[in-house]
């Protein structure tokens, strides 16, 4: 530990560390990007990592160690030290580039992170600082790969075509020459596959589930909120017991009973059950939320000879209109995603919502570019209203606890 | 003089305003047990039932009638039918209505003609039931029309089919089905696996998540949004993105550790043990993060700034700092998490049905319902599952409001 806290040894361990983190960054990201061969090259991409760090508690001057470090790196790509490695048919233009990212991502991070080291032991402050700096930039780096990957794979295959991507999975790189056949996975579905109408009617099942649970959680949550009555608490509680209860038991006897009466196959079935897998969570939010009301507006409201419903329609509900809007996202968004009861509800194509129709394509006969442009619509409404009222949206879900 | 006293009696206000209470939760209630209490009541008595799923279509007596031409001679058929192949059909017969212009020349042991009403009997009939009954006619008029208005005319039928759900019949056949072998074992080691990892990983990784974004810097908004992606896109695109990632044929992940020489060849990713169970419990730690990082960094932002203003003049390290200031605090927060998290990946069924479909040793309890009442049709096992699903439900949520009732908020 006391030795770890010499500066010099602080200062290599991370820089070796980073540089590795940086050499499997650039290999990655430059391998999706171009669908060339990237690899990082271990004792290589050590080596500069180790010196760079070091050089950095030595050298006062940091932007001549960042120079001194991309030369480094450069000289090396001539090396079987290289810090990069590279498949056939890559250009000594993209090595170069390859090479000179990780030489600039190395060591110019390097610097910020090590700008407390000094030669000689450094004090706990300096030491932990260091480390903290490093697991953040690690912490960046990996969690907005592992979150984009994923979002950048699904939307560069679905512009693909069948034969690209059986030659090469790595090559996302997007044809421009194409033109409009970028997008034929996705005139394909909407024209043989009928998406437009899953679309529409996964967007009027969102909105009357918003509607229908909104109709009745408003007035719930309201009488739980601000009236005095016998069994509050064992009510307030026993929402939270229907949190609890999982959707694929509910789901059994409710296809049972919906073959029975033949209810299986409409979209009103299916009206019937989306909302009450949401009015607990909606009545539990509102109530929340009205809790934080100041009641003094609605006794003003009464004592000016209201009843409590016009208060409720006339103070409450106008008060509340920012809730409102979180609870009707949050509750589209859960109507919009849900997969299970449409999966087991639905069987005749003429009315699917757009999940079970997405669920349609995971055959092997429908080729996989037209799954992710399947996965692309059903995500991309919900991430336009998720980032256009991310503040709202982001309250809905806090305020909403943990339904999911 | 008297003291005074709160009074013992509900007042006139008191109990309008209970009234309106109840009247405004009614329909919620009423819903909600409409469609969350019936059908848990109705799992535990399908769980004891023999049913599959094939008893779900109704036992019925079904006829059709025809009038036929052969060689210049008119008959009338009537084809009856037992719609079950095993069940029996009690009290089965029908009961129709001849129409002027075609008289019947005999009329079949079965039946009785009274006025122009053909009335039929067959008693009780087994499954399988399938019979002809042939009856010469002469017509009095266009056989073609007559044709039109014999068949557009439906014998009323009568008989009592006996469904296996409404019967008296009862077995432990269901129970003793699945808790039988080593697969009911399989099931549950899963089960706990994913949800006891799946839960904390999601917390460890919420709160990394959470401590690198607890700092203003620009772009913090944006990488916030980012971070919940994985969370509010649908299931079904995330989940089949990961599928094809991960493709052991076209996936770009195995082509990746390919060329970058991790693994020489290509790896199943979804299709081997134990390798499936923990790649599912990733995915569920990738989707779910977003959720504890956002609860985390919502609590992270209440805590008073005054305290690491202290912690900073006593000379505290980061570290010291982040171990007994920030995570005493959390405390609450991550517990309450841990509960809820808990229960919800235990009952999550999404997620592994669409990555593996139950394969390669990733059946979880909820999967297994599925797979005993659909795969295999057994619809009264499926419902033992879930009867058992919820019981272990229910020790959870003895423990849950055991602690919660001691936490803060939620």
């Known amino acids: 530990m006391n030795l770890l806290r010499q500066g010099i040894v602080t200062g290599g361990v991370i820089g070796l560390m980073w540089a590795f983190v940086i050499a499997v960054t650039v290999s990655v990201a430059l391998s999706f990007a171009s669908g060339l061969g990237f690899r990082p090259g271990i004792w290589g991409c050590l080596l500069v990592g180790a010196a760079g760090g070091m050089a950095l508690v030595y050298v006062q001057n940091a932007r001549w160690v960042i120079v001194g470090g991309i030369l480094v790196a450069m000289t090396l790509l001539l090396t079987p030290l290289s810090p990069m490695f590279f498949g056939e048919g890559v250009s000594i233009m993209w090595r170069l580039l390859a090479v000179g990212l990780f030489g600039l991502f190395t060591i110019w991070p390097l610097e910020r992170m090590l700008v407390e080291a000094h030669v000689g032991a450094l004090n706990r402050h300096a030491f932990e600082d260091a480390v903290i700096r490093f697991l953040t930039g690690f912490g960046y780096i990996i969690f907005t790969a592992i979150v984009l990957i994923p979002f950048y794979v699904m939307v560069m295959t679905s512009l693909k075509s069948q034969q690209a991507l059986l030659k090469n999975p790595l090559d996302f790189s997007v044809d421009l020459s194409r033109g409009l056949d970028l997008f034929r996975s996705y005139f394909e579905l909407f024209g043989q596959f009928n998406f437009g109408s899953y679309l529409w009617t996964s967007f009027y099942v969102s909105v009357l589930t918003v509607f229908i649970t909104l109709l009745f959680s408003v007035p719930g949550a309201y009488a739980v909120a601000r009236l005095r009555f016998q069994g509050r608490a064992a009510f307030s509680r026993s929402i939270l017991l229907i949190y609890m209860v999982p959707m694929i038991v509910l789901a059994l006897p409710i296809y049972i009973a919906f073959s029975m009466t033949g209810l299986r196959n409409t979209i009103p079935g299916l009206l019937m059950i989306y909302p009450v897998t949401t009015i607990p969570v909606a009545l539990y939010m509102l109530q929340g939320y009205f809790r934080g009301l100041p009641g003094e507006v609605e006794e003003a409201g009464l004592m000016d000879g209201l009843n409590r419903i016009q208060v409720i329609m006339k103070i409450t509900l106008p008060l509340s209109l920012p809730a409102m809007v979180s609870v009707s996202l949050y509750v589209f968004m859960i109507a919009w995603n849900e997969f299970l009861l449409a999966f087991m509800l639905l069987d005749d194509p003429s009315k699917f919502t757009l999940t079970r129709g997405v669920a349609m394509l995971n055959s092997s006969e429908i080729p996989r570019q037209h799954l992710m442009a399947g996965a692309v619509i059903a995500t991309l409404p919900i991430m336009v209203l998720f980032l256009g009222l991310e503040r709202f949206m982001t309250k809905g879900l806090t305020a909403g606890s943990v339904k999911g | ?410």
């Open chain 2, 1 to 410: 003089m008297t003291t005074p006293m709160p009074p013992t009696t509900k007042g006139a206000l008191e109990q309008r305003e209970a009234r309106l209470a109840w009247g405004l939760l009614l329909p919620t209630i009423a819903i909600v047990s409409l469609v969350i209490v019936l059908p848990l009541l109705a799992i535990f008595w399908i769980s004891f039932k023999p049913v599959g799923l094939a008893d779900l279509r109704p036992v019925a007596p079904v006829i059709r009638e025809s009038l036929r031409e052969r060689d210049g001679d008119y008959r009338l058929e009537y084809r009856v039918r037992n719609s079950s192949q095993t069940k029996t059909v009690t009290g089965m017969g029908f009961t129709d209505q001849i129409p002027d212009g075609v008289t019947l020349l005999d009329v079949p042991p079965n039946c009785d003609l009274n006025g122009a009403a053909l009335i039929c009997d067959f008693g009780d009939v087994e499954g399988g039931f399938n019979e002809r009954l042939r009856i010469p006619v002469t017509l009095d008029g266009d056989p073609e029309i007559l044709e039109e208005i014999v068949e557009g005319s439906e014998p009323t039928s009568r008989g009592q089919g006996d469904s296996v759900l409404t019967n008296s019949a009862f077995t432990l056949e269901n129970f003793a089905r699945i808790f039988d072998g080593d697969e009911f074992w399989d099931v549950l080691w899963a089960t706990l696996f994913y949800t006891v990892f799946g839960t904390i990983g999601a917390l460890v990784v919420g709160l990394f998540a959470a401590l690198l974004l607890n700092k203003s810097f620009r772009g913090k908004g944006l990488l916030r949004g980012l971070y919940l992606f994985p969370y509010v896109s649908p299931i079904i695109a995330v989940a089949f993105t990961w599928v094809t990632l991960l493709d052991p044929f076209s996936g770009s992940l195995n082509a990746l550790l390919i060329q970058m020489g991790v693994t020489s060849g290509p790896i199943n990713f979804f299709g081997q043990r134990p390798l499936a169970l923990i790649m599912v419990t990733v995915f569920e730690i990738w989707r779910y993060f977003p959720l504890s990082f956002l609860f985390i960094l919502a609590r992270m932002q209440s805590i008073d700034t005054d305290m690491y203003e202290a912690a900073d003049m006593d000379g505290a390290s980061p570290f010291q700092k982040f171990w007994y200031l920030s995570l005493p605090m959390l405390l609450g927060i991550l517990s309450v998490l841990f509960l809820l998290r808990f229960i919800w990946t235990f009952n999550k069924f999404d997620d592994i049905f669409l990555l593996t479909g139950g394969n390669a040793g990733t059946r979880t309890l909820t999967v297994n319902v599925y797979e005993q009442a659909f795969a295999i049709s057994n619809i009264g096992a499926g419902a033992a599952v879930a009867v058992v699903i919820f019981v272990m439900l229910l020790l959870f949520s003895v423990l849950f409001f055991r602690f919660i009732s001691q936490e803060e908020g939620l």
